[in-house]
DNA sequence: TGTACATCAGTGAACGCGCGTTCACTGATGTAC
DNA sequence: TGTACATCAGTGAACGCGCGTTCACTGATGTAC
């Protein structure tokens, strides 16, 4: 039952894409390897010819995952025109970003689990948050770049911990002022 | 081996106060029943004759350590005289806070598991959530109501995302950096 | 106040279950000639 | 290009383990008389 070179790469990467929504989804520690594997069309068997250990495929979700929430960034950054750093701040403190948990930002969707996670997956979680840091400081064109960078931290900061929050709280209007409240505040900056 | 009213009593404060330092150091999925009464000096069959399930522990020992921060920011904002809100502030945004997440916040510790947790544990979250933004509202004495909630709204927002950020980074300088900056963009707002 | 009995806090073995990981095996792919 | 053999992606049963929960039991506490 031997796969190609590329089919088994495609795998791999199947594998790394499902375990980032699942994560996500359900937390790292819930996510097991049987499910994960069954999700992805395959038995568990197969798992450890592509990874080491489950700790080595968090770490390469999370950065996978922390990538493509790059990737949003920027196009928000640059559909925003003038303002991308609001444009950046309005999709990420959306309703859809905060309902859409599977896809959206690991670092909300996985915070405290992350503190405890293994020494590369804390790295790729600290590489991700400055890469997301990064976008947000160029999207402040106009300030110096110290201050650019400071205020960019505070905003992904406010952020990751509006939209836990707001997926914690039961009462909608209630979740929805939280999102609205950050949004506003950041405005101001 | 019966023992009196009282001394059950107190075999109940024990197992919710372990669990709520327990829960916020290891996180809740990770924090097995056996263990846990174990460190108490039980062994587990005595749970249930206490709690229904883990999940009312969980919600009984969210509560208690919410309840405990919310006491922790009425003294840092009486200790602040005039400026309370900055107290609050400095106080949780500290080193000593963050490396103390046993006792410390139990929103910022157990943050993404808290979004999957059963709706009691939500909802007393929720409440938790809302009583220190009450605190904090009350501390900015020389703003209108609205305008001050909403502002320490987004300050318990910055201030749980920043300490979880903090924790994640492996890089010391970048974590304290994280603490800094959102301090210093709290005290301009 | 003293006695007989019911209550129930705590014990520790046992339950079924899912976890991460291992391993002998299969058979298509890749390679050497 | 054709053949023989090595490689290895994927299978599925099995491993030891810890999980949340149950339960028959113990014996001190609480209560009724």
């Known amino acids: 039952m031997r796969k190609s070179k590329a089919d088994a790469a495609l795998t ?8 980032a929504n699942e994560f996500r989804l359900n937390g790292i520690t819930a996510t097991g390897i049987v499910p994960l594997m069954s999700k992805v069309g395959l038995t568990q068997g197969g798992f450890y010819k592509h990874f080491e250990s489950k700790d080595q495929l968090v770490a390469e979700a999370c950065t996978v995952a922390l990538e493509g929430l790059v990737t949003k960034f920027r196009l928000a950054s640059a559909a925003g025109g003038e303002d991308g ?3 950046i701040i309005d999709s990420y403190l959306s309703e859809a970003h905060r309902d859409n948990q599977e896809q ?3 670092l909300a969707a996985m915070g405290s689990e992350l503190v405890r996670a293994g020494e590369v997956t804390r790295q790729a979680s600290s590489q991700g948050f400055n890469d997301l840091v990064e976008v947000m400081r160029k999207s402040l064109g106009r300030l110096g770049e110290e201050q650019a960078r400071s205020q960019a931290v505070f905003a992904m900061a406010a952020m990751v911990g509006a939209l836990t929050m707001s997926r914690i709280m039961l009462d909608e209007e209630a979740a929805s002022t939280v999102l609205n409240d950050v949004k506003h505040h950041l405005s101001l900056v």
């Open 104 to 106: 959206g930002c690991p």
């Open 85 to 87: 750093f609001m444009s």
């Open 12 to 19: 791999r990467q199947q594998i790394v894409s499902t375990a």
